[in-house]
């Protein structure tokens, strides 16, 4: 695994980074970084969009302007490989950990969606979004409606919820959020919380 900068920065901005972090901490300590955040839709990105922009992958982005860069994009192991999904890699103390940042599934790339986790080994997923918003559809149910039976995505994946006696590890999450789903694929299972 290759470790990839979160923000490519040019050269020639380098040494304003240090001013810049000190004045947005400083917006942050007052309560007022919204300035800050209208400003970023105008910094243009250094780094390639080029495969998220091609006709054939414009269908699976649910955004024209939240795309994966071409140098960390996750790949899928068929063809198309496209999925608007990226890998970050950060340090967190002594740890090196692996997450991917991923748009909520579409309904024509929900299969995509399960391939991912599959083939990348996903042990947890969060979802940040809510399914619905304001009547409007911001993730299709990519996740089975009850335990009842199993979640059909294609041929080779199925999902299930499985009944497993839940730990409140942590007060501040409920453990009513807490789901555990079992991932079928040609026989072999994968566990995700």
Not at 63 to 74: A, E, T
Not at 173 to 186: G, I, K, Q, R
Request: charged share 25%.
């Amino acid at each position: 695994m290759f470790s990839l900068p979160l923000v490519s920065i040019q050269d020639e901005h380098r040494p304003s980074i240090p001013n810049l972090i000190d004045q947005l901490q400083n917006k942050i300590e007052m309560d007022d970084p919204v300035e800050e955040y209208k400003e970023l839709r105008h910094i243009k990105p250094t780094d390639n969009c080029d495969t998220a922009k091609l006709p054939e992958n414009k269908v699976k982005n649910r955004f024209r302007n939240v795309l994966p860069y071409d140098i960390n994009r996750v790949m899928l192991s068929s063809e198309p490989d496209y999925i608007n999904a990226s890998h970050i890699i950060m340090n967190v103390g002594e740890s090196e950990c692996h997450y991917i940042a991923c748009q909520g599934p579409l309904p024509n790339t929900t299969e995509d969606f399960w391939q991912m986790v599959w083939e990348q080994e996903v042990d947890i997923i969060a979802m940040l979004t809510l399914d619905m918003e304001s009547r409007k559809v911001k993730c299709h149910r990519y996740w089975p409606e009850s335990s009842e039976g199993p979640l059909f995505v294609c041929e080779k994946i199925s999902i299930c919820f499985v009944i497993v006696p839940v730990l409140k590890l942590y007060s501040a999450v409920p453990t009513s959020l807490v789901e555990v789903v079992e991932v079928f694929s040609d026989r072999n299972k994968h566990f995700i919380m």
